[in-house]
């Protein structure tokens, strides 16, 4: 039979049965999915003859990442709000209240071409600007599922601190229509894939909350929400329904499988359980939530019930990077020091909630997460020569799955394929101009940040007062 392309003499990992270890093996792929996967000795090699023939000698094949929670278009304030409390008032707010469509746009593409030339082939936005995200996804043939951000805060009269928030109900009603209308355009582009986003439960009405839910459940796709996310959200729920997030979510029948719950760093061990027993999915943000709050996500609470798992590097300006290598890396150290025992989360287990896992917890297994017959070939190609992966020791002990996680950084991605398209080949990104894209952002940032109020930082930001000081 004559396939596409036929891989041959790889190492593979397809995060089939645990990590699916091949040492020297060959994999099909024909009309952008995979055909076979088989060592080297298997006579199923012999039925099949390939138009191209790709050695995989000293390569490392393996399902592309799942970065399952991003906010792209605020990339462009990268590295301007770590370090200090109040992280989004002291930090962020003074640069994104400037951002526009034109700053989104470069911010999205920037952040997208971050992500994949870090091996990150489905991209999960969450953001205002989710059309220019599919437009973005499609041009460069990354997969994505993508979520627009639905709330009803009033920006007209925003709360004082120590107020509920004000709501602008009209408001709620236009996002989430926009949401359905984005989620309609898409419909038949079989890259993309859609959920509701309301932004957290502090930040819509219950009404509108159940309408979007009623909406989501008719098209038979996730919520993927902000829940349980800080000590703001608890204030504002304590004084608007009595109680905290989970419990209400769980009065108004609204935990459930369809739920794909963000965060959790306010959850108790009871809360965490219980929206695990509902059968809801979690997501965990561990960079991002370790440098902005200092805390780490109830994961091993909700392991012990469930394992509907994924991960997401949230957002760069506190998180710095979008980035799985570092997403993977520590969730597995920052569960090891708060349960104060190195057997927490070994190395293939953290693995998996990048790959196989997170494509159960985001409905997409049937498309990607694992290398196997019949799925997407989304495939990254691991340079095994570069240093922090060498040596390759495979008996009586194998080291691979390990330095992957504790020792790579990303830049040992060589080529990224996306449903059977080379997306990046040999380090080059080829949808686009990656000069073009750093140059935009740059350009775009040193706008926004002329209309930054200098003298409010200087009063008011603790991160101007460490630049004084000399640590910036």
Not at 84 to 90: A, G, K, P
Not at 214 to 224: E, V
Not at 252 to 272: D, F, I, Q, S
Not at 355 to 361: H, L, Q
């Amino acid at each position: 039979m004559m396939i596409d392309l036929i891989i041959d003499g790889a190492t593979v990992l397809t995060m089939e049965n645990g990590v699916g270890y091949y040492n020297d093996a060959s994999i099909g792929i024909n009309n952008g999915k995979i055909t076979f996967i088989a060592e080297q000795n298997d006579s199923i090699t012999d039925k099949y003859k390939a138009k191209e023939y790709i050695s995989g000698k000293d390569k490392l094949i393996m399902p592309g990442f799942i970065d399952a929670h991003m906010h792209t278009e605020i990339s462009i304030f990268r590295g301007l709000a770590q370090d200090l409390n109040n992280w989004m008032e002291l930090g962020l707010w003074p640069f994104s209240q400037h951002l526009d469509q034109e700053a989104s746009e470069a911010a999205i593409r920037l952040n997208i071409l971050e992500a994949i030339k870090n091996g990150t082939t489905t991209i999960g936005d969450f953001g205002s600007e989710i059309d220019i995200t599919a437009s973005t996804c499609q041009e460069f043939g990354v997969r994505g599922v993508l979520a627009k951000t639905i709330n009803e805060l009033d920006k007209k009269n925003p709360a004082e601190p120590g107020q509920l928030y004000n709501f602008d109900h009209k408001k709620g009603e236009k996002e989430l229509d926009s949401a359905l209308k984005i989620i309609d355009k898409y419909k038949n582009d079989d890259l993309l894939d859609f959920n509701l986003g309301p932004q957290a439960l502090d930040m819509v009405s219950m009404d509108l909350l159940k309408e979007i839910y009623k909406q989501a459940r008719n098209l038979d796709i996730q919520i993927h929400m902000h829940v349980a996310q800080g000590d703001r959200e608890d204030w504002q729920i304590e004084k608007r329904y009595g109680d905290r997030t989970i419990p209400i979510l769980n009065k108004n029948k609204l935990l459930g499988p369809e739920l794909r719950a963000v965060h959790l760093t306010e959850a108790t061990p009871e809360e965490t359980k219980l929206l695990a027993e509902s059968g809801a999915a979690l997501t965990i943000c561990s960079g991002s939530i370790g440098i902005i709050d200092g805390l780490v996500p109830p994961l091993q609470e909700f392991l012990e019930v469930s394992d509907r798992i994924s991960l997401g590097s949230d957002q760069a300006p506190g998180n710095n990077c979008n980035n799985m290598f570092n997403e993977i890396k520590l969730t597995s150290l920052f569960n090891k020091i708060k349960s104060s025992d190195p057997r927490v989360l070994n190395a293939g287990q953290v693995l998996q909630f990048a790959t196989s896992k997170a494509a159960e917890a985001l409905n997409i297994s049937d498309k990607v997460g694992s290398i196997a017959p019949g799925k997407e070939a989304d495939l990254i190609f691991i340079d095994l020569k570069s240093p922090a992966l060498t040596p390759v020791i495979n008996s009586p002990l194998r080291n691979l799955v390990p330095n992957l996680v504790y020792s790579a950084s990303g830049q040992e991605v060589e080529s990224v394929m996306i449903s059977g398209e080379f997306v990046v080949k040999d380090h080059k990104f080829l949808p686009a101009n990656e000069e073009q894209i750093i140059n935009k952002a740059n350009q775009e940032a040193k706008r926004l940040m002329a209309k930054v109020d200098r003298d409010w930082l200087k009063e008011k930001s603790p991160l101007y007062k460490l630049q004084e000081k000399g640590y910036l």
